[in-house]
């Protein structure tokens, strides 16, 4: 079992389903990555931090760095999705977006990745 695998197991079991979610699809997205924990939260990681997500207690939090955020603002607005500098959030209560979480992700690979 990776630390991500073992994350997703301790957390609520309510919110296994969406992190198993999120977790293959980074892993499909970002085949080239290291996976790790990283600030409590797991991390694909390739030279630097590509991006986090994490369990939070109403919603499920993804992390990119603010570059990503920025040039997705505008997305995110019209989405009536609520972010701030480094966070974006998705609540449980609600189906997750799959291909604004898939843009943010390749995004975040773009802007965050350095040979």
Aim: proline fraction near 5%; glycine fraction near 6%; include cysteine.
């Amino acid at each position: 079992m990776t630390e991500i695998e073992n994350y997703i197991k301790t957390a609520d079991r309510q919110n296994q389903d969406c992190l198993k979610t999120i977790y293959q699809l980074m892993k499909d997205l970002l085949p080239d990555c290291q996976e790790k924990i990283s600030y409590g939260m797991p991390t694909f990681w390739k030279g630097r931090n590509i991006i986090h997500f994490a369990a939070q207690k109403k919603h499920l939090g993804i992390y990119p760095g603010s570059g990503p955020i920025v040039e997705m603002a505008e997305l995110f607005d019209q989405a009536g999705i609520t972010y701030s500098k480094g966070t974006v959030q998705f609540p449980y209560n609600q189906e997750l977006p799959l291909d604004l979480i898939t843009e943010l992700i390749k995004v975040a690979y773009k802007v965050n990745h350095k040979d």
